[in-house]
């Protein structure tokens, strides 16, 4: 049984920190605010940019890092359009020269994308607009400040839960985590998907290559693991999901093909 004065301030936590995206407009666990968010992911975008500069990881090719800002510029811009806040955030974005299928986007506009995604999935310009689109929208849409908050509120409640109970309640995180972190983070991708597609449509990138990119990465990671255990709707599932927009977004997408 749960004692009663963590179970209250827990409670008053959640109720005091709970805030309705202005995007989504669904309820999020904020503690950090966008300025903690924003400086330390400044300081954390700093020191992955010199450790991969010290590995002689950072790409020096011209051809490409042209290719990723090009891309990129044409989201910020359709991103300021969505949340006007973001006008103001320094972006940046960075080619790290490594293997990985990886890619993303700080709070504040801090970005990377890896050699090894683009090359290995061998991604057109509108694919590229896809992954950053998806990356951009975290961003926009605070899933940093919500799993920073989460962490703060789940390490908390740990402590909180010890010192009443009289022993270490610290094992139980892994528990905690499956049973709250996973599902919202799972949630949070589906967003930055709903999300990361308008984005890259409204930017003139073509939203059926949300559907090839999911079809490239399912086949290379052989599908993932389970949906429960990850934090990622698995691939088939994504892309039933993302071919129920395409519709939606194709109007988006031809209007930006026709602006002059």
């Given at each position: 049984?749960?004692?009663?004065?963590?179970?209250?301030?827990?409670?008053?936590?959640?109720?005091?920190?709970?805030?309705?995206?202005p995007?989504?407009?669904?309820?999020?666990?904020?503690?950090?605010?966008?300025?903690?968010?924003?400086?330390?992911?400044?300081?954390?975008?700093?020191?992955t940019?010199?450790?991969?500069q010290?590995k002689?990881k950072l790409?020096?090719?011209?051809?490409?890092?042209?290719r990723?800002?090009?891309?990129?510029?044409?989201?910020?811009?359709?991103?300021?359009?969505?949340?006007?806040p973001?006008r103001?955030?320094k972006w940046?974005?960075?080619?790290?020269?490594?293997?990985?299928?990886?890619?993303?986007?700080?709070?504040?506009g801090?970005?990377?994308?890896?050699?090894?995604?683009i090359?290995?999935?061998?991604?057109?310009?509108?694919?590229?607009?896809?992954?950053?689109?998806?990356e951009?929208?975290?961003?926009?849409?605070?899933?940093?400040?919500?799993?920073?908050?989460?962490?703060?509120?789940?390490?908390?409640?740990?402590?909180?839960?010890s010192?009443?109970a009289?022993?270490?309640l610290?094992a139980?995180?892994?528990v905690?985590?499956?049973?709250?972190t996973l599902?919202?983070?799972?949630?949070?991708?589906?967003?930055?998907?709903?999300?990361?597609?308008?984005l890259?449509?409204?930017?003139?990138?073509?939203?059926?290559?949300?559907?090839r990119l999911?079809?490239k990465?399912?086949?290379?990671?052989?599908?993932?693991?389970?949906?429960?255990?990850?934090?990622?709707?698995?691939?088939?599932?994504?892309?039933q999901?993302?071919?129920?927009?395409?519709?939606?977004?194709?109007?988006?997408?031809?209007?930006?093909?026709?602006?002059?």
């Amino acid at each position: 049984m749960k004692h009663p004065l963590v179970m209250t301030a827990l409670l008053t936590v959640g109720l005091v920190a709970c805030q309705a995206n202005p995007i989504s407009g669904r309820s999020q666990l904020v503690l950090v605010s966008e300025e903690q968010a924003q400086a330390s992911s400044v300081q954390a975008y700093a020191q992955t940019l010199s450790e991969a500069q010290k590995k002689g990881k950072l790409s020096t090719d011209a051809a490409l890092n042209s290719r990723v800002k090009r891309i990129t510029d044409r989201l910020i811009v359709q991103a300021g359009n969505l949340y006007a806040p973001s006008r103001q955030w320094k972006w940046s974005v960075a080619v790290i020269d490594e293997p990985t299928l990886n890619a993303w986007c700080m709070p504040g506009g801090k970005m990377a994308i890896y050699t090894g995604i683009i090359n290995k999935l061998n991604l057109s310009d509108d694919e590229i607009a896809q992954i950053m689109g998806h990356e951009i929208s975290h961003a926009l849409l605070g899933h940093g400040r919500e799993r920073m908050s989460r962490a703060m509120a789940m390490q908390g409640g740990m402590t909180l839960g010890s010192i009443i109970a009289g022993r270490d309640l610290s094992a139980l995180t892994p528990v905690a985590d499956i049973a709250l972190t996973l599902p919202n983070s799972r949630e949070n991708e589906s967003e930055a998907d709903r999300y990361g597609i308008e984005l890259a449509a409204r930017a003139g990138y073509n939203p059926r290559a949300a559907i090839r990119l999911w079809e490239k990465m399912g086949a290379a990671t052989g599908n993932g693991p389970p949906p429960f255990l990850s934090t990622h709707p698995a691939p088939s599932n994504r892309i039933q999901a993302l071919n129920a927009l395409v519709p939606q977004m194709t109007p988006l997408y031809e209007k930006a093909r026709n602006r002059p």
